[in-house]
């Protein structure tokens, strides 16, 4: 069964650096999401992108995040100067259709120092 | 704005009991709705969605849940709990064309 694959699954960095989160999305989705689950809270959405550029993103989603589709496979989310409050889970989903069935990987945990 | 409300943070019940878990949406039309469920240390699995038609929707691993547009509620239940379905369940909902959001997930303890 075709799955969402994220890599790495736990991160640890220090405060300031950079980080890069990737997700293989599922191959014949077009609509790629990031959500963030920080410990003990809900699952809170980051943004969406379709067709090379982003199509909603959320009020956390600020200047430090950017995602990119560098290739035909991989979908990543950077973090360009961590902060100790980006310290969460973080998952990538993918759909065929807009508010269809969301598939998630299974998360990559950010730890931030 | 949209929201989802799970009233209960925390269940516990006995191998082999019903299990209901509640979920209540704020929104003006139907949303699409779902169910999700993660086990410790796992990613986020789709048990159940309704988009149309019949209230009553069966998903995976024998859980059902119905949807009551008179309470805006979409709960899920299942009639006979396994020590296994032990995990967080997380309603969401998404108004067509719009983001998925989350409930704040139950926490689901079963005790034999």
């Known amino acids: 069964e075709p799955e969402v694959t994220q890599t790495p699954s736990h991160q640890v960095t220090q405060m300031g650096q950079e980080v890069i989160l990737r997700c293989v999305p599922i191959?014949?989705?077009?609509?790629f999401y990031w959500y963030r689950q920080i410990l003990g809270q809900k699952v809170e959405f980051l943004v969406s992108?379709?067709?090379?550029?982003?199509?909603?993103k959320s009020e956390i989603f600020d200047d430090q995040f950017s995602v990119e589709r560098p290739d035909g496979s991989n979908f990543t989310l950077k973090i360009r100067s961590t902060k100790l409050e980006d310290s969460a889970m973080y998952f990538c989903?993918?759909?065929?259709?807009?508010?269809?069935?969301?598939?998630f990987g299974e998360g990559s945990r950010l730890t931030v120092l | 704005a949209q929201s989802v409300t799970q009233p209960d943070i925390h269940i516990t019940v006995s191998e082999g009991a019903s299990l209901e878990l509640r979920c209540n949406y704020s929104?003006?039309?139907?949303?699409?709705l779902f169910w999700y469920v993660q086990s410790p240390g796992q990613g986020l699995q789709l048990l159940l969605k309704y988009f149309s038609g019949d209230t009553l929707v069966q998903g995976i691993k024998g859980f059902e849940a119905e949807f009551k547009r008179s309470q805006s509620s979409f709960n899920l239940r299942k009639p006979s709990v396994h020590w296994s379905d032990a995990a967080e369940y997380f309603c969401?909902?998404?108004?067509?064309?719009?983001?998925?959001?989350f409930g704040a997930g139950t926490i689901l303890r079963v005790k034999s």
């Open positions: 191959s014949n989705h077009l609509y």
């Open positions: 929104y003006g039309a139907t949303p699409y």
């Open positions: 989903a993918s759909s065929e259709v807009p508010t269809g069935e969301l598939f």
């Open positions: 969401a909902v998404a108004p067509p064309g719009n983001k998925l959001v």
């Open positions: 992108f379709y067709n090379n550029e982003i199509s909603e």
